[in-house]
């Protein structure tokens, strides 16, 4: 493959156009969106803004494809995704460059995340054909004879919704077309306005592995235009939302007997005891906090520490926080970029004000330039402050000193969130008090919250979403049992 690959997705003025019916079709709408990139504001590229009666043709379209596509053997399914897998592999280096530039993600991450979408592809192409169903003997309930058999085999549910987000948008795309795929379903992928550039080279990175026409449909524009639209869409039967807890509730109320993925906000504690290996622990608070700027869900945002060890923490954070790079990107060792837009930025300088205003203590950062927030701490935060409860998104943790374990529960478990928390102890037995009291969908014993490894169950609770996922519980989630029985009346 050439650096012609992927010419088929954009015109000669940098319009994307949209995958219909496995080939790039241009908007009749007439319009589009720019996409400027947040490193230096320049122009990347524009995608369509398409309209409802397009978005019905997609949805449409893939309702078509799928009927045939739930036919084809699992086998002959796996060989596609594992040819995507390869194709991703492959362009790494091409398509990271322009994850970099769109996102403004650091190259090194650019690259992981590229690498890691191909492994969840490739993995989820082999668990599909690990799947199996079950017979259950009739006799087995009380008062039945054993002349009924049940066959259970799992079904795909028809046509998915995959709306992906900004910060992930091939990893977080990939991860519900993979699985929706392979269990015989169609998917119509409406990727994030800043990330949707990134996320049509992933629907390209399909098409070129040889999926069927329809089979995989992507649907670009403003989610005010189209975004209802598609959701409450009659002929939609699965939608795999990733994003801001406010729009998925917003889904939620707005789509009536229609199943839910949605994996949403948090605002994830790292508890810290008395006991725990500070050097670890600092290690795993800076990386979990910091990466790609604070903007993931699973950041850590915010440090419940034992009032006798804050001290130590403290110093050891500030030491390692005030080490970490600031700036471009696509510039080697730069952790911190610059955030997604102004407003962004602008809610995390929001919280600063807060924070400061209310007495915190900032010990490191609380600077800005442009969309770039230099990284931050504060201690001394108390729990009248926004910093201690919302979501920044942003390269900003804030220190709340503890007094017992139960505070450290009692606070954590207030958050209307409940994504992941962090316990760092070198006591077992506390460890696992804290965990079976932590109101969260996972717990993490001395290591950062985090998604992964992408088999294991990934859910969150309260405000932080609906459903399960990870590889083969994702799969089943866009598939269901059915049962045949056989009734076999000669039988006594």
Same mark, same amino acid.
């Given at each position: 493959?050439?650096?012609?690959?992927?010419?088929?997705?954009?015109?000669?003025?940098?319009?994307?156009?949209?995958? /219909?019916?496995?080939?790039?079709?241009?908007?009749?709408?007439?319009?589009?969106?720019?996409?400027?990139?947040?490193?230096?504001?320049?122009?990347?590229?524009?995608?369509?803004?398409?309209? &409802?009666?397009?978005?019905?043709?997609?949805?449409?379209?893939?309702?078509?494809?799928?009927?045939?596509?739930?036919?084809?053997?699992?086998?002959?399914?796996?060989?596609?995704?594992?040819?995507?897998?390869?194709?991703?592999?492959?362009?790494?280096?091409?398509?990271?460059?322009?994850?970099?530039?769109?996102?403004?993600?650091?190259? &090194?991450?650019?690259?992981?995340?590229?690498?890691?979408?191909?492994?969840?592809?490739?993995?989820?192409?082999?668990?599909?054909?690990?799947?199996?169903?079950?017979?259950?003997?009739?006799?087995?309930?009380?008062?039945?004879?054993?002349?009924?058999?049940?066959?259970?085999?799992?079904?795909?549910?028809?046509?998915?919704?995959?709306?992906?987000?900004?910060?992930?948008?091939?990893?977080?795309?990939?991860?519900?077309?993979?699985?929706?795929?392979?269990?015989?379903?169609?998917?119509?992928?409406?990727?994030?306005?800043?990330g949707a550039i990134s996320a049509l080279y992933l629907a390209e990175v399909f098409n070129m592995a040889g999926l069927p026409k329809g089979v995989l449909n992507t649907i670009t524009g403003r989610g005010s235009e189209i975004g209802d639209y598609s959701v409450t869409h009659k002929e939609v039967d699965f939608i795999n939302f990733t994003g801001s807890t406010e729009v998925g509730q917003h889904i939620s109320r707005i789509t009536t007997m229609k199943p839910l993925l949605l994996e949403l906000g948090g605002k994830d504690a790292a508890i810290v005891l008395e006991d725990a290996d500070l050097d670890i622990t600092v290690d795993n608070i800076v990386s979990g906090a910091y990466s790609?700027?604070?903007?993931?869900?699973?950041?850590?945002?915010?440090?419940?520490?034992?009032?006798?060890?804050?001290?130590?923490?403290?110093?050891?954070?500030?030491?390692?926080?005030?080490?970490?790079?600031?700036?471009?990107?696509?510039?080697?060792?730069?952790?911190?970029?610059?955030?997604?837009?102004?407003?962004?930025?602008?809610?995390?300088?929001?919280?600063?004000?807060?924070?400061? &205003?209310?007495?915190?203590?900032?010990?490191?950062?609380?600077?800005?330039?442009?969309?770039?927030? /230099?990284?931050?701490?504060?201690?001394?935060?108390?729990?009248?402050?926004?910093?201690?409860?919302?979501?920044?998104?942003?390269?900003?943790?804030?220190?709340?000193?503890?007094?017992?374990?139960?505070?450290?529960?009692?606070?954590?478990?207030?958050?209307?969130?409940?994504?992941?928390?962090?316990?760092?102890?070198?006591?077992?037995?506390?460890?696992?008090?804290?965990?079976?009291?932590?109101?969260?969908?996972?717990?993490?014993?001395?290591?950062?919250?985090?998604?992964?490894?992408?088999?294991?169950?990934?859910?969150?609770?309260?405000?932080?979403?609906?459903?399960?996922?990870?590889?083969?519980?994702?799969?089943?989630?866009?598939?269901?049992?059915?049962?045949?029985?056989?009734?076999?009346?000669?039988?006594?």
């Amino acid at each position: 493959m050439t650096k012609d690959t992927f010419k088929n997705l954009k015109d000669e003025n940098k319009t994307y156009k949209n995958l /219909y019916d496995g080939y790039w079709k241009e908007s009749k709408s007439g319009k589009y969106t720019e996409i400027f990139s947040p490193i230096d504001n320049s122009l990347i590229g524009k995608i369509q803004s398409m309209n &409802k009666d397009e978005v019905d043709k997609a949805i449409m379209n893939s309702k078509e494809a799928q009927v045939l596509w739930q036919e084809i053997p699992v086998n002959r399914r796996s060989d596609i995704l594992n040819r995507a897998a390869d194709i991703l592999y492959e362009k790494a280096e091409e398509l990271a460059e322009i994850l970099t530039m769109e996102i403004a993600k650091d190259r &090194k991450s650019s690259i992981s995340e590229i690498q890691r979408s191909a492994d969840y592809i490739r993995f989820t192409a082999d668990a599909a054909k690990n799947l199996e169903g079950e017979t259950i003997p009739g006799d087995s309930f009380p008062g039945t004879k054993r002349n009924k058999i049940s066959v259970v085999t799992r079904v795909p549910l028809g046509v998915v919704l995959a709306i992906s987000p900004f910060n992930y948008p091939v990893n977080l795309s990939a991860s519900k077309i993979a699985p929706a795929l392979m269990a015989g379903n169609s998917v119509v992928l409406k990727p994030p306005t800043q990330g949707a550039i990134s996320a049509l080279y992933l629907a390209e990175v399909f098409n070129m592995a040889g999926l069927p026409k329809g089979v995989l449909n992507t649907i670009t524009g403003r989610g005010s235009e189209i975004g209802d639209y598609s959701v409450t869409h009659k002929e939609v039967d699965f939608i795999n939302f990733t994003g801001s807890t406010e729009v998925g509730q917003h889904i939620s109320r707005i789509t009536t007997m229609k199943p839910l993925l949605l994996e949403l906000g948090g605002k994830d504690a790292a508890i810290v005891l008395e006991d725990a290996d500070l050097d670890i622990t600092v290690d795993n608070i800076v990386s979990g906090a910091y990466s790609y700027s604070g903007q993931r869900c699973t950041a850590v945002k915010r440090v419940l520490v034992m009032q006798s060890v804050a001290d130590m923490l403290v110093e050891k954070l500030k030491d390692k926080i005030s080490k970490l790079k600031s700036g471009d990107p696509r510039e080697e060792a730069v952790i911190i970029t610059p955030l997604i837009n102004k407003a962004s930025a602008d809610f995390v300088m929001g919280l600063m004000e807060d924070a400061d &205003k209310k007495g915190a203590k900032l010990l490191v950062g609380g600077k800005r330039d442009g969309n770039l927030v /230099y990284p931050t701490l504060y201690d001394n935060v108390t729990l009248d402050m926004r910093l201690a409860w919302e979501e920044p998104f942003g390269p900003i943790l804030p220190i709340i000193r503890i007094k017992s374990i139960d505070e450290a529960i009692n606070i954590a478990n207030e958050s209307d969130y409940g994504l992941q928390s962090s316990v760092f102890t070198k006591d077992i037995d506390k460890a696992f008090y804290i965990a079976n009291k932590l109101e969260v969908g996972t717990v993490q014993i001395n290591n950062k919250p985090e998604r992964g490894p992408d088999h294991f169950p990934f859910l969150g609770v309260k405000s932080s979403g609906m459903g399960i996922q990870g590889i083969r519980y994702s799969i089943e989630a866009m598939s269901r049992p059915k049962a045949v029985v056989f009734n076999l009346n000669n039988v006594e």
